[in-house]
């Protein structure tokens, strides 16, 4: 393409042109470019559907650059906006979606990696009375599902990498969602890598608009 494009987001780290900190394109206009060659790797060896490859481009400079690492994170579709927390208990943040599209919780489903850590929050859940769908990958296509509008999904939640958070931001700013998210170190070494990106409050919460502060273009 005729641009001067900055991976920003990018894939593994053995990647020849595709890593975070490479610089694409044949010269032009520059971008930020948050990109997954493939979005659910383990779904292609599985021969199942809905793996996707992802490329979102953003003014230079908007896009931010953040550790490869977990985030907790959150993302529901237009009709929710600006009515959850990632801060507060995942009941009341269940009922609040509930309430924004006139349901009752029992009808609202929510999608989870099925991953031991997220034992904790299926149990959270169950015991709201909201419905659970358990994927084996997809993070993103999660997200997506979740805001658009017929799926009969309303909420995507869970621990996932900071890659798949930058990706679903961009797609669901795109549709008029929303996402937070909030970086989930594991060890040590993650917070220092999450203070050399300038991160120094390990607990803060990511909004879209952190995320991807800017138009942006999603294929």
Same mark, same amino acid.
């Given at each position: 393409l005729p641009i001067s494009g900055r991976v920003v987001i990018g894939a593994a780290e053995d990647a020849e042109q595709l890593a975070a900190g490479s610089?694409?394109?044949?010269?032009?206009?520059?971008?930020?470019?948050?990109?997954?060659?493939?979005e659910g790797r383990a779904v292609v060896a599985r021969g199942g559907t809905n793996a996707i490859s992802m490329v979102a481009a953003a003014p230079r400079g908007s896009l931010p650059s953040l550790p490869d690492m977990y985030m907790?994170?959150?993302?529901?579709? =237009?009709?929710? +906006?600006?009515r959850i927390s990632l801060t507060q208990p995942v009941d009341e943040n269940v009922r609040a979606i509930a309430d924004s599209f006139g349901r009752m919780v029992n009808d609202i489903t929510a999608i989870v990696l099925d991953r031991p850590r997220h034992h904790d929050l299926i149990e959270e859940i169950r015991a709201t009375g909201a419905r659970i769908k358990l994927i084996q990958d997809g993070d993103v296509t999660a997200s997506i599902s979740a805001a658009v509008r017929g799926t009969n999904d309303h909420l995507a939640i869970g621990i996932g990498g900071t890659r798949q958070a930058v990706l679903a931001a961009a797609a669901l700013r795109c549709l008029g969602g929303e996402l937070q998210a909030q970086l989930w =170190?594991?060890? +040590?070494?993650?917070?220092?890598?999450a203070g050399e990106h300038g991160i120094d409050d390990i607990e803060r919460v990511f909004t879209i608009d952190d995320l991807v502060p800017q138009q942006v273009i999603v294929a």
């Open positions: 610089t694409i394109g044949k010269g032009g206009e520059e971008f930020d470019l948050a990109l997954d060659p493939l907790r994170k959150m993302a529901v579709g =237009p009709r929710a +906006r600006g =170190p594991t060890r +040590r070494a993650e917070i220092a890598a």
